[in-house]
């Protein structure tokens, strides 16, 4: 009997280690499948980010030469009313003359403001399709779980 004790215990110990080391397996396929898709969605974000960061900065170089062109126009418009100013034979002049300005600086303003508009846009919009084909690539691409 006392053997038949000791072939019990000596049976459970094995199934005991036998079922701790599959559960460590299994444990360590979940650990590796957790950490690939981190890794899958790490690197997602990374391109994503570069994407949003380049857009940024075309924006910005689109906006910067709006703002450059605009200055070149109101400086034009600038002149051109001091020389009409300068040109002036009748005082009566005056008020069609600043009304002519005020117009092509309206002009000017609201094209700018415009263009602005529609390259904060275009800009919101590509970083938005970006975000979005990326989260749909990590899914599509990302292992099942065990």
Do not use: C, Y
Not at 80 to 90: E, G, I, Q, T, V
């Amino acid at each position: 009997m006392v053997r038949s004790a000791a072939d019990f215990a000596e049976r459970n110990t094995e199934r005991a280690v036998h079922a701790a080391d599959h559960g460590m397996s299994w444990l360590r396929e979940i650990a590796e499948q957790n950490l690939n898709q981190s890794k899958a969605a790490t690197e997602s974000w990374l391109i994503v980010t570069r994407k949003i960061v380049e857009a940024f900065d075309q924006q910005a170089s689109t906006i910067r030469e709006q703002s450059m062109v605009a200055a070149e126009e109101t400086l034009s418009n600038t002149f051109d009313f001091l020389h009409k100013l300068s040109r002036m034979k009748d005082p009566h002049e005056l008020a069609q003359v600043q009304s002519e300005f005020v117009s092509r600086q309206a002009q000017v303003l609201g094209d700018q403001t415009k263009q602005f508009g529609q390259t904060i846009m275009k800009g919101a919009s590509d970083v938005t399709k970006t975000t979005l084909d990326r989260t749909k690539d990590t899914v599509r691409n990302r292992p099942e779980a065990a």
